[in-house]
């Protein structure tokens, strides 16, 4: 994880074949993204009678009992990175073969944003830290009209049913492999700050099995950072996208790339698209028509996907597309004390987290996580702030590159980090302790949040201003910050709350 955060990436196309098939096709709605928010609009289009084609440009990641499909993050291999760039660990070329991998570090001017591909999205690799956010903080972060109240009955609680969001039990906790994330929370007490078990989407038996040597561990080892291998895990593909495949009417496209997309000359909504093999090597070219487009390819490509497509066939789309980007002021810790054995081996993902949500200002969280195991003690854990970030970046199009880069203000997050994030975790680390900001090497976020958010681009239900049968529902939509929460929950809910809507008034109409 540490190791990711340093990573780099620019666009280059995978290596193409010399004959190419293309073929055409016209589809009733088109999803762009397989993560939280095209899962969601996958399940409730479909199960509202709605044939629904989800492209998603990576693989699918089986999981376990007992599996090895995802990669070891102590020793990481292609299956870790997105083939198309040109990967950098600390400023050096990372010599893995192209493989259609886990992790795309997208490096802007002054901020790398790491987002994830493969069916899933980011279920696949994010920890799981599920919250909710605090009533008055969401209104401050957020549009008060979304109803916080309604959110809060029925959007949210429809989430948590969904991915499962259970804390780990305490009889897990006492055990010795959990001794890091105790450490965290006496730490945290003796500090006075709040202390609180964090809703994971995880069956926590599983890790118990493992204990009791009838799985090979994958929870109570640390080693899940990269997928988790031994089920048990809610992501998106084993939840809502695998009931909405059981409606037969979601087809999933996996291994196609949406390169562009275009306004046609009809009023409809053009892709260009390609499909690779899991190395990354074009196998076709396709061209998809539809009137009803959902874009949840993730803060970053689906504004990326829509500068482009202004500066080419769709010239009206709104001019705020590409601005109000933010961070989510997320970041990584690595927790290092000599006097203190936090195990080599360390259960996770999460068991406790610090919510200091007194007001809407001072918002932020700290978490402590497990760190793979190296096999020597460390003497080490890590801990993740997040809070509510203030500075906006944007997307600035570059004509002759057709590319959108991410330009981040220098200052960016400074207020919250130095005077919030950074004191309370000070506190929990106490003397004796070095925390070290993985932020001071590269600066990153794992949260990008927002480029065609709500209010500016679109409506609280994603529909693009001006836009017939243009839909944002992912992270773009967010307006730069989960307030103080990780993003998950809040885009799931979002999504959640669109989809009513667009069910009860576009189908039909739009769609
Ligand atoms: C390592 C890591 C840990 C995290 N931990 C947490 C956590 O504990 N809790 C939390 O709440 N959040 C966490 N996050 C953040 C969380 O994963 C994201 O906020 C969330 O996944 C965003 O959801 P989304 O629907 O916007 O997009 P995503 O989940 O990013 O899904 C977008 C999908 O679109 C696909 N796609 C992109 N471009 C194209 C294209 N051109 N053509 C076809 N498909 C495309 C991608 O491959 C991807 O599958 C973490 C993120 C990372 C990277």
């Not at 397989?34 to 899962?39: I, K, P």
């Not at 409730?44 to 990576?58: C, I, K």
Request: aromatic share 6%; hydrophobic share 40%; net charge neutral.
């Amino acid at each position: 994880m540490a190791g990711a955060a340093g990573l780099a990436a620019v666009g280059k196309a995978g290596a193409s074949p010399s004959r190419v098939r293309t073929s055409t096709s016209d589809h009733r709605v088109i999803v762009v993204g397989s993560g939280f928010g095209g899962a969601i609009a996958a399940l409730r289009l479909t199960q509202a009678g709605v044939p629904v084609l989800l492209l998603e440009r990576g693989r699918a990641w089986r999981t376990g009992p007992n599996a090895d499909t995802f990669p070891d993050p102590a020793s990481p291999d292609k299956r870790a990175l997105w083939h198309r760039g040109d990967p950098q660990l600390f400023g050096r070329p990372v010599a893995f073969d192209p493989y259609v991998g886990l992790i795309d570090a997208v490096v802007g001017d002054g901020m790398t944003a790491v987002t994830a591909a493969g069916l899933g999205g980011g279920s696949l690799i994010y920890q799981g830290m599920s919250l909710q956010p605090k009533e008055e903080i969401f209104n401050e972060c957020l549009p008060e009209s979304l109803d916080w109240p309604t959110m809060n009955r029925v959007h949210y609680p429809r989430v948590a049913k969904m991915l499962g969001l259970q804390t780990a039990p305490d009889s897990l906790v006492r055990r010795p492999e959990y001794r890091a994330a105790r450490i965290f929370a006496d730490r945290a007490r003796k500090a006075a700050l709040p202390i609180s078990k964090i809703p994971m989407p995880i069956d926590w038996s599983y890790a118990q099995a493992e204990i009791d040597g009838r799985m090979k561990p994958s929870y109570t080892d640390g080693s899940g950072a990269l997928g988790v291998n031994n089920g048990g895990k809610h992501s998106v593909d084993t939840t809502y996208i695998r009931k909405a495949f059981a409606t037969g009417l979601l087809t999933v496209a996996t291994l196609h790339e949406v390169l562009d997309v275009e306004r046609l000359s009809d009023g409809k909504w053009g892709l260009d698209v390609v499909q690779t093999d899991v190395n990354g090597t074009t196998v076709a070219r396709k061209k998809l028509v539809t009137p009803s487009l959902i874009m949840a390819a993730g803060s970053v490509h689906t504004t990326r996907l829509l500068m482009r497509a202004r500066a080419n066939s769709a010239r009206d789309l709104p001019d705020e597309i590409g601005s109000g980007w933010g961070t989510n002021a997320d970041r990584i810790y690595v927790w290092s004390n000599p006097e203190l054995d936090f195990g080599v081996k360390q259960g996770g993902p999460v068991v406790f987290g610090s919510l200091n949500w007194d007001s809407p200002r001072t918002a932020h969280t700290v978490i402590q996580a497990s760190i793979p195991p190296f096999g020597v003690n460390v003497h080490s854990t890590m801990m993740v702030g997040y809070g509510v970030s203030e500075s906006r970046g944007r997307f600035r199009y570059d004509a002759s590159t057709g590319d959108a880069r991410l330009i981040w203000p220098a200052s960016g997050d400074t207020r919250i980090q130095w005077r919030h994030i950074h004191p309370t975790a000070l506190k929990i680390a106490g003397p004796g302790s070095v925390l070290t900001d993985s932020n001071r090497f590269v600066d990153t976020t794992w949260h990008p949040l927002g480029g065609a958010a709500m209010g500016a681009v679109c409506d609280l239900s994603g529909r693009v201003h001006g836009q017939q049968g243009l839909y944002v529902i992912d992270g773009a939509l967010i307006p730069g910050t989960a307030a103080a929460c990780n993003p998950s929950m809040t885009i799931a809910a979002i999504a959640e709350r669109a989809l009513d809507d667009i069910v009860a008034n576009d189908v039909g109409v739009t769609i």
